[in-house]
């Protein structure tokens, strides 16, 4: 039996990865981005769908089985190696805190802010095209746009912790990816966070903004006003989640046992 790499290892492997993710040309990133982007409405809409399906019969249990259909559009984003917001904070800023002390601040910001527009554009175009009368079963635009309901309807403060734990929640998924070795143990931790992120449900910036958008196709009670203020309070909560809880700390951890280690040998 395999044993799973301890976390400086995984440090390292980040490192490497965050390197291809840093140098990639415009073009790539805005392909994999976008790629992202509409990719998760795979998830989105098998969510709407079995929540249609199962919830007139089973009520609230339609939840938890809309949760374990959406995990298949996280699936789909590791293994295809596509380029999501959140995601793709740990990776990178391992890159940056071990290249000599340089945070490398310009290419961190270009690869973060390509990823978001583009993640967005995608999923928002993508979801047009599911919106078209006839495309998704019976039920189902009534189902994502009582989803869209419930996340504008939450105070600020709840989506805004919402978003801390959704961000913590994704980029520890980049975190414990680096760990594995196998094409099936990525699909089952994909699959286990796509699950848990859809059962809370915890706000991902790009994946409750597609749910929103969705809910102003099927809702004109949600405005782009709406939309907007969503897209502001998850982004916030996903930065201080996923790099202030998840990515900071674990390189603060690796980057601490690096000096004691020193400290010892010396």
Do not use: C
Not at 12 to 26: F, K, M, T
């Amino acid at each position: 039996m395999s044993v799973a790499p301890d976390p400086a290892e995984i440090f390292d492997r980040a490192v490497e990865e965050g390197e291809r993710r840093l140098d990639q040309s415009l073009l790539e990133l805005v392909s994999t981005s976008f790629i992202a982007g509409f990719t998760i409405v795979f998830g989105i809409a098998a969510l709407g769908v079995v929540d249609a399906l199962v919830e007139p019969q089973f009520g609230a249990v339609a939840h938890i089985a809309g949760a374990l259909a959406f995990g298949v559009g996280v699936v789909f984003l590791v293994v295809g190696r596509t380029e999501l917001f959140n995601e793709n904070f740990f990776d990178p800023a391992a890159t940056a805190a071990d290249r000599d002390g340089s945070w490398l601040l310009g290419p961190l910001v270009r690869l973060w802010t390509v990823t978001f527009v583009f993640n967005l554009v995608g999923g928002f175009l993508f979801a047009l095209v599911f919106a078209v009368d006839g495309v998704l079963p019976s039920g189902t635009a009534h189902a994502l746009g009582r989803t869209a309901e419930e996340i504008v309807r939450r105070p600020r403060r709840a989506m805004f912790a919402s978003a801390i734990v959704g961000g913590a929640l994704v980029s520890m998924l980049s975190f414990l990816l680096e760990g594995v070795n196998t094409v099936r143990s990525r699909i089952t931790l994909a699959y286990i966070v796509g699950f848990l992120l859809a059962l809370g449900p915890f706000d991902h910036v790009i994946v409750t903004a597609i749910h929103v958008f969705f809910g102003m196709l099927f809702d004109p009670r949600i405005t782009y006003g709406t939309l907007f203020e969503t897209i502001v309070i998850a982004t916030a909560g996903n930065l201080v989640g996923g790099l202030g809880l998840v990515t900071f700390t674990h390189v603060a951890q690796v980057r601490g046992a690096r000096k004691s280690n020193g400290s010892s040998d010396s």
